[in-house]
Nanobody, 117 residues
Framework: QVQLVESGGGLVQPGGSLRLSCAVS????????MSWYRRAPGKEREPVAS????????SYPDSVKGRFTISRDNIKNTLTLQMNSLKPEDTAVYYC??????????WGRGTQVTVSS
């Protein structure tokens, strides 16, 4: 059974930090491109970070570059997103995604991040 379970969301003040985690099971994590997406109220879901295999290359949109860091542990089957210098516009539901071209595309249920004073 495929599972992607996000955790670590919450309420944080502007300028603060949060660390999101995604625990996965039921598929070959080490072969999947892993990503974080987010959906803000009234907006489309957008990518915020991805990390490839086997090179571990990362990519970020300009909106989060330099503030967010994605990482993966292929032993513990865990994906993380370190978010620093958070802004109110980072408020969204954050989703974990796993994909392998032509094979699978899995989503977690999301975790809420709210940046507000």
């Amino acid at each position: 059974q495929v599972q992607l379970v996000e955790s670590g969301g919450g309420l944080v003040q502007p300028g603060g930090s949060l660390r999101l985690s995604c625990a996965v099971s039921g598929f070959a994590f080490s072969t999947a491109i892993m990503s974080w997406y987010r959906r803000a109220p009234g907006k489309e879901r957008e990518p915020v970070a991805s990390i490839t295999v086997p090179s571990g290359l990362t990519s970020y949109p300009d909106s989060v570059k330099g503030r967010f860091t994605i990482s993966r542990d292929n032993i513990k089957n865990t994906l993380t997103l370190q978010m620093n210098s958070l802004k109110p516009e980072d408020t969204a539901v954050y989703y974990c995604n796993a994909r392998r071209a032509g094979d699978f595309n899995y989503w977690g249920r999301g975790t809420q991040v709210t940046v507000s004073s």
